[in-house]
């Protein structure tokens, strides 16, 4: 069918929603706790999304996503829009909290599993789907955003996540195959329809169906399967414009079937991967809406505007019309600038947050409209902004560089893994199945009181770090107390893992507000990383010393691998990754050498990263593997065979990076396997991995006290896997998001556990 729409010109592809001084985070983790009522919380998410939509359309934007707001994520959130929620939640009678026992758990139920959106630093909710599940629509939440927006006079255009993405991320049951799931699509075409009426006639204009999967390598017959779909969902009787948004890549193949449908938009990441020629290269995208992602949505720098104005000018001609937009969702940069009142001028003015992007569609926009004259002061702010940046000298330190090239081959290798064992066993002297922890403990509210004292000035760094010595001394008399074989200082003094490091890296910049949702209330402030990374002191010896002086048990010193601070960083865009990762690793690896002669005998080097910058296309894969692999063996090959080296990964799904796993020849990994139910263990038998392995004997997202039975029954399964001289027992993933008591009860029960099975 032919719908009528007016093309819009300037947009975003979504929006944050924990608020610019988080809000929302407070306003949840308030319900959570009793603290106020669901009216409470609801009021705050309502003022946070009038305050965006009204500030949207005020910046000049004639299309504003609507239904990109959540609670805790938006693909649990499609999962209640489908009816798929897992049935284990359905006795929960308060939709809210039924919502939030799928995302967290409760003391009775287990929690969705949890893994990266891509290869972003975001985690999404795993829906699970089985034979039993029945899809039924549920638009309420996006029906009442929409009518909120409209009363307020913006263009609004709803915004939801496709079907073929949907079930593609969906995790099928045990009595399903994945394939399976995807063929269910069918099932869900009808409620795709019957939502499109729904919002024409609430008034939508335009709808946007969130298809990111179309940028990952898909067979034939999968891009067979979205054209089939796309035709269905256009050939809706009563509906609004379709506009189909793909981002993170290139969609490659995908780009000319979904161009053959009926669809009125699409839009595409002119930042990540999709290039001009691609555009030009299908025909059909003449009759349709680009909506061109030409401002980068991920990271923070500012947009040379000169190019991207450029880019605009050769799509004109390849589509129908032309509308400027984010590269994706602004979900992954801070709110704004403004309250960054302490960064560096210069580095300050190569910058964009938010709402620098949200003027810089605007900008474009107006350019690609009005003319490049018409916008000629922001082209020269824009060039002049990026010439002080290129000339600046904290880009280049030819004592780095002239390190890194001097090293040769050896310096990323260790002796035999055996070799290594043996040495070991001889320091180490410990038990069979050994217990230990991930590194960080509650960060209780004294530690939270002491970092805002010495930020306001109220006490000095020698108060600060007796405060911390305290913490630290009371953490290692618990693991004491609890029987754990190898110890941590609990990691006190940091605020986060990536940050605390990057505030003692040259080349690193911090801010004070730039706040990025995580997960659910889980919010981080990345680094940035503007120039070439040096290490002028240590960083971590004097704690970890301290904590090992205290106890007669080995102590971890605690590090955070190359890969995770780039991950976990706004990264600078002129050089390859793979440079900064080595000069972030040479950094890692002078701190390791000093942990060692200091006496500690294990440093546990975390890589909870390394499956999320994976490339989305296979062909990319080797070479990121590569280099990956190897900034990982530079921070850890500078120790002698005595020294264990452990590591940790997390949040992701494993598969295709097994060999990559095995060949970090770490010591010890420690692996998320809890929600997974150790399926990762059979992917790393299958690889022929050999080494020490932790698998998380449990949860540590989910609010509940995990039994000792249930802590022997996951060991059990462990051991079917792995021989008990290489598993190490530990839970899946750093404490200090849980409370002591709750901790200090499931550190008992799984000592007790480990007890039992010795």
């Known amino acids: 069918m032919t719908v009528s729409h007016t093309p819009f010109t300037a947009t975003v592809l979504g929006l944050p929603r924990v608020g610019p001084r988080r809000e929302l985070k407070r306003a949840t983790e308030s319900y959570w706790a009793g603290r106020i009522a669901a009216d409470d919380l609801h009021v705050v998410a309502r003022d946070l999304r009038r305050a965006q939509l009204t500030e949207l359309h005020s910046a000049g934007m004639d299309s504003v996503p609507v239904g990109t707001f959540s609670y805790y994520d938006q693909m649990l959130d499609t999962a209640v829009l489908l009816g798929a929620l897992p049935p284990r939640v359905a006795g929960i009678a308060d939709d809210l909290d039924r919502y939030f026992a799928a995302a967290r758990g409760t003391d009775s139920v287990e929690p969705l599993e949890m893994t990266k959106w891509f290869d972003t630093n975001y985690h999404y909710l795993v829906p699970e789907i089985d034979a039993d599940t029945v899809f039924a629509l549920h638009p309420q939440k996006l029906l009442a955003e929409l009518d909120e927006a409209r009363e307020l ?38 409620l795709y329809v019957d939502l499109l009426g729904r919002l024409a006639a609430a ?20 891009i067979a399967l979205v054209r089939r779909t796309y035709i269905e969902l256009a050939a809706a009787a009563d509906r609004p414009a379709i506009l189909v948004a793909t981002y993170f890549g290139s969609t490659g193949p995908a780009l000319a079937a979904l161009a053959d449908t009926p669809v009125e938009g699409i839009a595409l990441d002119f930042v990540s991967g999709s290039t001009v020629s691609e555009v030009a290269a299908v025909p059909a995208l003449a009759s349709k809406l680009l909506v061109a992602g030409v401002v980068d949505g991920r990271n923070v720098w500012r947009t040379d505007l000169d190019r991207a104005l450029a880019t605009l ?73 990026l010439a002080v940046r290129a000339q600046d000298p904290r880009l280049h330190d030819p004592k780095v560089r002239a390190r890194l090239d001097a090293l040769g081959p050896e310096s990323i290798r260790r002796a035999s893994a055996a070799h290594r064992r043996e040495l070991q066993a001889e320091r180490l002297h410990l038990p069979t199945l050994p217990t230990t922890t991930i590194g960080s403990y509650p960060q209780t509210a004294a530690i939270r009181l002491a970092r805002a004292a010495l930020g306001k000035g109220e006490i000095d760094q020698a108060e600060y770090r007796e405060r911390m010595r305290a913490e630290i001394a009371d953490v290692v008399a618990l693991q004491e107390d609890l029987g754990l074989d190898v110890l941590v200082h609990g990691e006190p003094e940091r605020n986060d893992m990536v940050q605390y490091f990057a505030e003692q890296l040259d080349g690193f910049a911090a801010t004070e507000h730039g706040w990025v949702q995580s997960y659910g209330t889980r919010c981080v402030r990345p680094p940035i990383l503007f120039g070439d990374v040096a290490r002028p002191a240590a960083m ?90 190897n900034a990982f063996r530079l921070a850890t090959s500078g120790v002698a065979d005595t020294t264990q080296i452990h590591t940790h990964l997390c949040y992701s799904e494993f598969g295709e990076v097994i060999d990559a796993i095995a060949g970090l020849d770490a010591d010890v990994t420690s692996i998320k396997a809890a929600r997974s139910h150790m399926e990762v263990l059979d992917d790393l038998n299958a690889a022929g991995f050999d080494l020490g392995v932790g698998p998380g004997v449990y949860d540590i997202h989910s609010p509940r006290v995990p039994s000792v039975e249930e802590i022997t029954a996951s060991l059990r399964a462990a051991l079917k896997a792995v021989p008990a001289e290489r598993l190490w027992v530990n839970p899946d993933c750093g404490l200090k998001t849980r409370g002591t008591a709750e901790v200090t009860a499931s550190l008992r029960n799984m000592v007790a556990a480990v007890k039992a099975v010795r």
């Not at 940069?333 to 009142?341: C, K, N, S």
Request: overall charge negative.
């Open 153 to 190: 006079g913006v263009p609004a255009r709803p915004v939801v996540i496709g079907p073929i993405t949907f079930l593609k991320l969906a995790k099928a049951a045990a009595d399903q195959s994945g394939g399976e799931v995807l063929d269910r699509v069918a099932e869900l075409i009808p």
């Open 313 to 385: 000018g050769e799509l004109r001609g390849a589509a129908g019309s032309l509308a400027v937009s984010s590269s994706c969702s602004l979900l992954h940069v801070p709110y704004g600038l403004a309250a960054e009142t302490a960064l560096d001028e210069h580095l300050r003015s190569w910058l964009s947050f938010g709402a620098e992007k949200i003027v810089e569609v605007q900008v474009l926009a107006a350019g690609i409209g009005k003319g490049a004259d018409s916008i000629e002061y922001r082209l020269t702010a824009a060039r002049n902004a």
């Open 540 to 629: 971590t010896v004097d704690w970890i010393t301290y904590a090992q002086s205290l106890t007669k048990k080995p102590v971890k010193g605690m590090l955070t691998g190359p890969v995770t601070i780039l991950a976990w960083s706004f990264v600078r865009d002129d050089q390859p990754l793979g440079d900064s990762a080595r000069q972030v690793a040479l950094a890692i690896r002078d701190e390791t050498v000093d942990l060692q002669a200091a006496g500690i005998g294990i440093v546990q080097v975390d890589e909870p990263a390394l499956r999320e910058l994976l490339p989305l296309r296979a062909a990319d894969q080797p070479a990121y593997l590569e280099w990956s692999v």
């Open 203 to 222: 008034g939508a204009q335009w709808v946007q169906i969130d298809e990111p999967v179309l940028v990952t390598d898909l067979s034939e017959q999968e």
